[in-house]
């Protein structure tokens, strides 16, 4: 069974920087899609971006250019590097999988980032 485990997450000032990891258990890694996922309070969960096991990668057009989504297939770890946050992007963070379809299909517990101003 393939487990997803964020991690990162915490109180940063606005401006500033974090990377979240996500480790992921099973051996099918290098051939999985990878996504990350925020939902911040009250609202819906919001798609962010996608790496292929290409390492082709796709942003939401809300965060391209601040985040940088990457995978290392050697660590089992997906990662998203978010610079010059902002208070809006205080959310709960997930990654997720794309195991049995086309779509994310399997989803981590998520990590607190809060961006205070």
């Known amino acids: 069974q393939v487990q997803l485990v964020e991690s990162g997450g915490g109180l940063v000032q606005a401006g500033g920087s974090l990377k979240l990891s996500c480790v992921v258990s099973?051996?099918?890694?290098?051939?999985?899609?990878f996504y990350w996922y925020r939902q911040a309070p009250g609202k819906q969960r919001e798609f962010l971006a996608n790496?292929?096991?290409?390492?082709?990668?796709y942003y939401t057009s809300s965060i391209k250019g601040r985040f940088t989504i990457s995978r290392d297939n050697d660590k089992n770890t997906v990662y998203l590097q978010m610079d010059s946050l902002k208070p809006e992007d205080t959310a709960v963070y997930s990654c997720?999988?794309?195991?049995?379809?086309?779509?994310?299909?399997?989803w981590g517990q998520g990590t607190q980032v809060t961006v205070a101003s």
């Open positions: 997720a999988a794309a195991i049995d379809g086309i779509g994310p299909d399997t």
């Open positions: 099973g051996s099918l890694f290098s051939y999985t899609r």
């Open positions: 790496i292929e096991s290409t390492g082709y990668t």
